[in-house]
């Protein structure tokens, strides 16, 4: 036993544009099919802001949702983390562009933070630690991402992959003693980090130098060796999570992956020897939508009915960095 303040996880709220740009809409752009797509990634369609639409819009209808689910007001938040890695600004944050769309007080701290497509798990870890310790009871997370804004949409290797979608989530110290997190680990390695890499256009100070190459701001990806990293890292690291919350795979009612590819998710759900009914996909109809990918297929598990709430999940995250995480936890009834 330990003395923390146990946590609770109180709402989960999503949102996605309207727009969708299906397998066939890409061939416009490149040679491809959607049979060529589909049967190597599990991606029929995904959606993506257009006009003056950003994740900040995404992200603020999300947050609005999963607020309304955890039955607070938002002036019981007192922080705020910004999950996003393809925001459509650096700053200000669009945790605390946010905030202030939601009315929130101004005296409370807004930070973003990247793990891109793990974000939502490192928010969960860090935000996990702030109740636990008691400087902040209630933390509102918000994973946006408009990754079409950083997509190369001349590289079909890429740009089949990514769409643009939010999700939020609200964690809060335990009212009745449960802690609805079981196990969490994160972990990291950027000495193989150049597998997908976006850096930021930039330039030198004009009395300098110029520097030799200049950042396009795209999505750059080795999409062979990131599936090999996936495939042999991702599945192992979900069983290491699964013991380390003192429960079974057998106990755990469902896997929701990151939603990066089918055939990654197929090699976790294989490790874990789970039948179809308890695994969560939707990258049929959103491909990836980064951090945000993990709260969208647990709100429309729900929805559909995949998902029954009153159950325990084992989340799992990877992607940029390369980063890496998991999570066991409880889904309890009307939290999304
Ligand atoms: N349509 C048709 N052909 C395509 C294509 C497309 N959209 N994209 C690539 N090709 C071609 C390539 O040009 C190559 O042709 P060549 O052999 O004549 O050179 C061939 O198909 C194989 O390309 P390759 O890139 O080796 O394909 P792949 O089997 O590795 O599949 C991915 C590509 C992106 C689907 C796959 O690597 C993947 O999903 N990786 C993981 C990426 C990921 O999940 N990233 C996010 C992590 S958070």
Redesign the pocket.
């Known amino acids: 036993m330990n003395n923390f303040t146990p946590v609770k996880i109180a709402g989960f709220g999503y949102s996605v544009p309207e727009t969708v740009i299906t397998n066939d809409d890409l061939t416009k752009l490149y040679?491809?099919?959607d049979e060529?797509?589909y049967t190597?990634?599990g991606i029929k369609e995904r959606r993506v802001v257009s006009g003056n639409e950003t994740a900040i819009d995404l992200g603020l209808d999300a947050a609005k949702k999963a607020i309304e689910k955890a039955g607070i007001d938002v002036n019981d938040i007192d922080c705020i983390i910004g999950a996003a890695s393809a925001p459509p600004q650096l700053y200000p944050t669009l945790s605390a562009t946010i905030g202030a769309k939601l009315g929130i007080k101004d005296t409370i701290p807004a930070f973003d933070m990247t793990a891109?497509?793990t974000g939502l798990i490192y928010a969960m870890q860090v935000a996990r630690g702030f109740i636990q310790s008691d400087i902040y009871k209630t933390v509102l997370i918000i994973a946006a991402d408009n990754n079409s804004k950083i997509t190369d949409w001349t590289d079909?290797?890429?740009s089949?992959?990514f769409g643009d979608g939010a999700g939020a989530m609200v964690m809060c110290a335990s009212d009745d003693g449960v802690d609805d997190i079981l196990s969490i680990k994160i972990s990291a390695n950027g000495a193989i980090g150049n597998l997908?890499r976006t850096g930021v256009p930039s330039q030198c100070c004009p009395l300098v130098q110029p520097a030799d190459e200049v950042a396009s701001g795209k999505i750059i990806?080795d999409?062979?060796e990131?599936?090999k990293f996936?495939v042999t890292t991702v599945p192992k690291y979900v069983e290491e999570c699964i013991e380390l919350s003192g429960l079974s795979a057998e106990e755990i009612d469902y896997l929701i992956p990151?939603q990066?590819?089918q055939r990654?998710i197929e090699s976790i759900q294989k490790r874990l020897k789970y039948s179809d009914d308890k695994v969560v996909s939707n990258i049929k109809y959103y491909g990836?939508t980064s951090a945000a990918s993990i709260p969208i297929a647990l709100c429309e598990g729900v929805e559909k009915g995949k998902i029954k709430l009153g159950s325990t999940a084992v989340l799992c995250g990877?992607?940029?960095g390369m980063t890496w995480g998991g999570a066991v936890i409880r889904l309890r009834e009307g939290i999304c």
């Open positions: 040679e491809t099919s060529w797509i190597r990634t891109a497509c079909r290797g890429t089949i992959l997908i990806m999409g062979k990131v599936y996936a990151h990066a590819n990654i990836n990877f992607g940029a």
